[in-house]
């Protein structure tokens, strides 16, 4: 079983369309957890890290869940410039390496 | 804030040729890493240095791949000789403090080997 799991899509969503992706991992003790995001032949970049409480910045909700090992993230009214490569990033513990996911694909278009 | 740096940008060899790249990392970031990108895929980790010691090299092919970090601050990593199934795109990033946080990435270095 893969440390992190990640639909690879494609996602292919028109402009203002609701799209979720969901991401599990294998390490119950997993400590941290992020949504990184790469565009094509881009470096990844942080997208939003993820809390139990679960966290939200405009238009992106990213969710915990510890008992399932799973997180997801929300993209509502999605725009032509979301599109990209979506990392689901667990680390196991403090000092350690981000583990990366395959990532998921979404494609936006108007 | 200067960014992750990393050099050269793209590299064409032939298999059984040997590479280098070189990447410095934030100022006062003190844990560096490098990783793997294979087309398709996410990023895998090779190597973890937090100063100029090593944290994780577990994943790292030993037998042609080296990597040093020799005063803390930038870092090399060294293909040698080169396989077919090395071409990728080897990304270095940093993170302030022991790692497990927000790594920031520098623009990668891409390799073909032929």
């Known amino acids: 079983r893969k440390e992190v799991e990640q639909d690879p899509g494609p996602f292919n969503v028109p402009e203002g369309a609701t799209v979720a992706f969901n991401c599990t991992y294998s390490n119950s003790a997993s400590q941290s957890f992020f949504w990184y995001r790469q565009d094509c032949r881009k470096e990844p970049k942080l997208l939003m890290s993820?809390?139990?409480s679960g966290n939200e910045d405009g238009r992106f909700t990213a969710q915990l869940n510890r008992a399932s090992q799973y997180i997801s993230l929300l993209i509502r009214d999605s725009k032509l410039s979301d599109s990209a490569t979506y990392l689901c990033?667990?680390?196991?513990?403090?000092?350690?390496?981000?583990?990366f996911g395959k990532g998921t694909t979404l494609s936006v278009s108007s | 804030e200067a960014g992750v740096a990393q050099s050269p940008r793209y590299k064409i060899i032939e298999k059984r040729q040997s590479v280098a790249f070189w990447c410095n990392p934030i100022?006062?970031?003190?844990?560096l890493y490098w990783y793997q990108q294979i087309l398709g895929q996410g990023p895998k980790l090779l190597i973890q240095?937090?100063?100029?010691?090593?944290?994780?090299d577990s994943q790292l092919p030993k037998d042609r791949f080296s990597a040093e970090r020799l005063k803390g601050v930038d870092s090399t990593l060294k293909i040698q000789p080169a396989k077919l199934e090395d071409s990728a795109v080897y990304l270095c990033?940093?993170?302030f403090g022991t790692g497990g946080t927000e790594a920031f990435f520098g623009q990668g270095t891409r390799l073909t080997v032929v």
């Open positions: 100022s006062g970031h003190a844990t």
């Open positions: 990033a940093s993170s």
């Open positions: 993820v809390y139990s």
């Open positions: 990033v667990v680390t196991y513990q403090a000092g350690t390496a981000l583990i």
């Open positions: 240095f937090q100063n100029n010691g090593v944290v994780d």
